[in-house]
């Protein structure tokens, strides 16, 4: 499996390629290490880490494949929506595979909160550390997401599995 | 010259033809300028597979994308992915005969039909070349030119309408959160637009013989099983089909008046739609439930035809279970290898 280009490299691809900056970096200004590194602060200072959101977006996403389009009640108190379509895409940081085309609404009905990820975004999270730049379509504010997917520090046993 | 600052190369394809390339670009888009479109569904990106061809001689080293998708055997038999293979020195291929019928087309959008609140069906009047010949099932390429400062990219999208009509092509497709095909198709596409696409490319297509079918779908899946219904009722074929078609709430199943007429002309077909969570006022008295479990509840202990499959991979998966379960093995389950 070939390992990702190195941020340069990324960052280059980046900006010589405005259609995947805009799809991946929205309006950002910041440069991609910015970005990486302003989101891995908030995610520190909640005492988590990039392995455990993505497992937890993972966990939920199993729970919700079953339900085929439909939403699924998951204890305790969330409702799961994960929507696949025909197709696959590629991981902008240059990674092996593909990525299917899913996309996994939680609604957390405790906090009344709701959110939405592709498999793209927890493959980005798990593996790149990286919830996309502001105004990017799939743009996932890391609090939020912890907020919504309600992710503590304490171990949730949560699923483990494939993101693709 | 030097082979490193060759700029044109040439490519010989099936021992009687060859033509000269500019060097520097992919085998596939080489070929697609010389009017053969091999198939492809993810845009030259490397993951669809489905733009294999042999390469006898003059490829370069294999690339991680297609080690990850060719099998050892594939790779001793020169297989390669023509979007990885780069155009550097003179190339000899071999490439299936049937690739050879697929083309560009040119056509125009002659109607736009809100199918569902989230599925939109396109008529296309093919312009140049007039007709197309295609299997019902099979799928096309659609050029989605680029708007909102995205880039030129193709979708795959399955044709609706039967080959009976080869001058004007249906499809349905799906609105996708933030898809770039899916919002062209339904903010950006208009009446009487000129589009192009090439095709026809797939085998799913119904297999010949008298065994009973089971076909099951939901969303844009409902495209390619019309065709092959359409298909079945204009050459007359008769034999045992049921269609299994999966959808949310009425507002959401398409073409029921359509496919409950053709129920009185196909003999020997029945239309079995599905609500998984109807509304109350669908005043819905049909099958109530995921397409899977109807599936199951309607085939007998062992079903001894075949299934043909098209819908989300969540939805095919589930099926393949049921069907498993019913004794239906792999080879008479039929579904789109990239879906
Ligand atoms: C053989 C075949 C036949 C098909 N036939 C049909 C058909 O008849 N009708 C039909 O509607 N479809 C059909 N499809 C599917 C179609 O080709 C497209 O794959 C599908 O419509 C989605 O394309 P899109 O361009 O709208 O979405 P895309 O833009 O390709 O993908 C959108 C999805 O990718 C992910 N994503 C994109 N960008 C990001 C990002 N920055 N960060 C995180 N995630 C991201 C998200 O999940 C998003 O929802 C077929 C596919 C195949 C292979
Ligand atoms: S076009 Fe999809 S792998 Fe080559």
Redesign the pocket.
Known sequence: MKKADSLATIEKTLQNDPATRR??LGSDKRSLAEILRADAAIVRRRGLNHARIAQRMLALRQAGWSGQGEVVAVPPHFAVKVEA???Y?ACPFGDEGAVA???TTVRNLARGLEITF????IH?IAAHRFY?GRG???RLDPGQLIETLAISRRVSGAASGRHR | MPESIKTSARITVNDRAAFSAPTGQSLLAALQERNIFIPS?CGGHGL?GLCRIQVLSGAGAITEREEALLSKAERRAGQRLACQVQVERDLRLTIPEHFFYAREYKAEVVALRELTPD?RGITLKLSSPATMDFKAGQ?IQFR?PPYAGGRL?Y????I?SPPSQPGVLE????Q????????YVFKHLKLHAAVVFSGPY?D?YLRPGNRAAVLVAGG?GM??MRAILLDMRDRQVRRRVHYFYGARARRDLLLLGELQTLEQTLPDFQFIPALSAPLPADEWHGEIGLISDVLARHLAERFDGEAYLCGSPAMIAACIKVLHEKGVNDDRIFY?A??
């Open positions: 799809a991946f379509e025909r197709g895409l085309k899913v996309n592709s498999n793209l975004n980005l996309e990017a379509k799939f | 569904a669809c599925i799928y989605i990219t979708r795959a999208y399955s609706a499809l349905e497709v799906k996708v959160l933030n898809g770039i095909g899916s919002t797939g799913f844009s495209a390619p789109d990239f879906a």
